[in-house]
C-alpha cells in the first residue's frame, strides 16, 4: 500500500525566517496576439499585500520600458547573493530569456 501523501510544513515561526520580496511588473506583449494582455502591476500588489502582507514589493513603472531590467536590479540590490525567482506567465519567462540573450551579446 501507498502510505497517505501529507502536505508540507514548515518548521515554527521561531526555526525558519521567509523574507518575500516580490516584483511586479508586466511582461512584453507577444508580437501578432493583442488579446494577450499582463494584470498591472498595481493589481498584483494588491493582492500580494492580501496575501502576504509583510512582503516587500517593488511595483514597475509601467511608462518605463524594460521593466524586467529594473526588477532584475531592484533584487539584486536587495539579496546580492541570494536566491532570485522569477515566476509568472510564460511571457514573462521568454522575456526573462531574451534579457538573458542580451547580457550573452552585451556583458555588463
Given at each position: 500500500?501507498?502510505?497517505?501523501?501529507?502536505?508540507?510544513?514548515?518548521?515554527?515561526?521561531?526555526?525558519?525566517k521567509?523574507?518575500v520580496?516580490?516584483?511586479?511588473?508586466?511582461?512584453?506583449?507577444?508580437?501578432?496576439?493583442?488579446?494577450?494582455?499582463?494584470?498591472?502591476?498595481?493589481?498584483?500588489?494588491?493582492?500580494?499585500?492580501?496575501?502576504?502582507?509583510?512582503?516587500?514589493?517593488?511595483?514597475?513603472?509601467?511608462?518605463?520600458?524594460?521593466?524586467?531590467?529594473?526588477?532584475?536590479?531592484w533584487?539584486?540590490?536587495?539579496?546580492?547573493?541570494?536566491?532570485?525567482?522569477?515566476?509568472g506567465?510564460?511571457?514573462?519567462?521568454?522575456?526573462?530569456?531574451?534579457?538573458?540573450?542580451?547580457?550573452?551579446?552585451?556583458?555588463?
Open positions: 500500500t501507498l502510505a497517505p501523501i501529507l502536505p508540507p510544513t514548515l518548521p515554527s515561526e521561531s526555526l525558519l521567509i523574507n520580496k516580490v516584483a511586479c511588473l508586466r511582461f512584453t506583449p507577444p508580437e501578432g496576439m493583442p488579446w494577450v494582455k499582463s494584470v498591472g502591476p498595481g493589481d498584483l500588489r494588491d493582492v500580494i499585500a492580501t496575501l502576504v502582507p509583510d512582503a516587500e514589493v517593488w511595483v514597475g513603472d509601467e511608462s518605463v520600458p524594460n521593466q524586467l531590467d529594473h526588477a532584475l536590479e533584487a539584486a540590490e536587495k539579496d546580492g547573493d541570494g536566491l532570485v525567482i522569477v515566476a506567465s510564460l511571457y514573462l519567462v521568454a522575456d526573462f530569456y531574451r534579457y538573458l540573450r542580451h547580457e550573452e551579446i552585451h556583458p555588463v
